[in-house]
């Protein structure tokens, strides 16, 4: 069964930065993409970054420029680092892959960006 366990939320400033990382299980890592979404309070989750094996990674144009995800693959971790943070990304991030048209979840993660 995949499994996820993400870290690194938190109480940040504007303009702050944060990391965050997903350990996963359960699944084929090296081989997958992976993916991380947010969800912000009374909005419908949305997409912010995926990773391919072996490929160029791909952002949401609310965070270009700002966020890069990364993975080490020996270590089964997706990363993404989080600056010139604004308070419009204040949500929990879920980090994510997906098998056929099964979608994995992880269990969330809160970042909140407030002076």
């Known amino acids: 069964q995949v499994q996820f366990v993400e870290s690194g939320g938190g109480l940040v400033q504007p303009g702050g930065s944060l990391r965050l990382s997903c350990v996963a299980s359960?699944?084929?890592?090296?081989?997958?993409?992976m993916s991380w979404y947010r969800q912000a309070p009374g909005k419908q989750r949305e997409f912010v970054a995926a990773i391919p094996s072996g490929a160029s990674p791909n952002y949401a144009d609310s965070v270009k420029g700002r966020f890069t995800i990364s993975r080490d693959n020996a270590k089964n971790t997706v990363y993404l680092q989080m600056n010139s943070l604004k308070p419009e990304d204040t949500a929990v991030y879920y980090c994510?892959?997906?098998?056929?048209?099964?979608?994995?979840w992880g269990q969330g993660t809160q970042v909140t960006v407030s002076s």
């Open positions: 359960g699944t084929s890592f090296r081989i997958k993409t």
């Open positions: 994510n892959t997906r098998t056929g048209l099964v979608n994995y």
